[in-house]
């Protein structure tokens, strides 16, 4: 049987490629799609201040590029990914996933429970549930991910709008915007939530 021959980039060849696509546009790309990922792929709420059990998403994608600029670490697989950009962002998932599952195997409760003056809970369920069932409800209202992402931070625990535009490398006017599109989609996030049960 042959053996497909894959093309794989030389060293020098993935150092220059990383050096060019490492731009703060993208590392902000970066810095979404990981909190995103832990939230799609762990339920796991990310605090924008003590990370996850002390892990940050910068942490995630330093290791990341670690990986990927050591002489014998991970390659890059040109016919797969021919935007070194696609590499760098599947080496990361791999990252994500191998750090968090190897802390959930240390821990026997995986979810940490915040409390928030703005969520009342009903008895027998927790922030993460209902911030779960939030995600899900806009998502079928057709939030972007921007609005997805902005969600928790801006709308629940009102972070400042110049705090958030460092953060996720946003403007201050496409946060305003974003904000204002999910205002308008509140009234019915709260009509389903009620539906469900999670009743204040």
């Not at 003590?50 to 998403?57: A, E, L, N, P, Q």
């Not at 962002?89 to 750090?99: A, F, G, T």
């Not at 904000?179 to 939530?193: E, H, S, V, W």
Request: aromatic share 10%; net charge negative; charged share 30%.
């Amino acid at each position: 049987m042959k053996v497909e021959k894959r093309d794989i980039a030389t060293f020098d060849e993935k150092c220059k490629a990383i050096k060019t696509a490492l731009t703060p546009e993208f590392y902000s790309v970066l810095v979404k799609y990981s909190i995103k990922r832990l939230h799609l792929t762990f339920n796991i709420k990310y605090d924008l201040g003590k990370g996850f059990r002390g892990i940050m998403v910068e942490d995630l994608i330093s290791n990341t590029f670690e990986t990927l600029l050591k002489k014998d670490g991970r390659n890059w697989y040109k016919d797969k990914f021919p935007d070194i950009k696609q590499q760098i962002i599947s080496s990361l998932d791999s990252v994500i996933y191998n750090y968090i599952s190897s802390e959930l195997e240390k821990i026997n409760n995986i979810f940490e429970i915040y409390e928030n003056e703005n969520i009342e809970t009903v008895e027998n369920y927790d922030y993460e549930q209902i911030l779960s069932a939030c995600i899900d409800i806009l998502e079928k209202l057709g939030c972007s991910d921007d609005e997805l992402l902005l969600f928790e931070p801006y709308i629940i625990h009102e972070m400042k709008r110049k705090d958030l535009a460092d953060l996720f490398g946003i403007p201050l006017n496409v946060i305003t915007n974003l904000k204002k599109k999910l205002d308008r989609k509140l009234p019915i996030l709260k009509i389903k939530l009620n539906e469900l049960g999670y009743e204040k």
